[in-house]
Structures are given as C-alpha cells and as structure tokens.
C-alpha cells in the first residue's frame, strides 16, 4: 500500500503540496511558486538517482502536476530547481 504525506501549507517562495495518489498509478501534486517562473521538475525512487521530467512554467502562481511515477515503487520523490 502507498502512503502520500504531503505539505499544507506553504513557508518558502515556492513548495509542492497537496499530493494525491490517484487510482491509476499517477500522481498528482501542486507546485506553489512565483507566477511565471519555470521549474525543472525530477523525480526519483530512492533520492540517489534523479529522472529529468522537464520544464514546466507556473504560469499562475499555483500548477497542478500529475505525473506517473517510473515502475511504481513503493516509495516516490519529487523536486524542482530552476532550469
């Protein structure tokens, strides 16, 4: 079974929130950041190795993300950095 744990609220300039294990193996979050700033988004299974998801643009301040994981693991991680 996997478990979600995510962020409510937001202290930083920018964060992911609200993560939502959906029923078809995707998942969904929320990037909170400056409107219009890009973000290169990552994820990983173990936080040793990153895969390049691209480059999104937030263009409102708040985006929804959904992604579906590689190989559905047991446990996913998700980061952002500025291109």
Known sequence: DI???GVQTCALPICLADPLL???G???F???SVAGSAWLLEGSPDLFHWGNYGVVTNQSGILQVT???V???RV???RVAQP
């Open 22 to 24: 959906l029923p078809d």
């Open 67 to 69: 992604n579906t994981p």
């Open 3 to 5: 478990g979600v744990t």
């Open 30 to 32: 929320q990037l909170n």
């Open 71 to 73: 190989a559905r693991p």
């Open 76 to 78: 996913y991680f998700y």
């Open 26 to 28: 995707r998942m969904r």
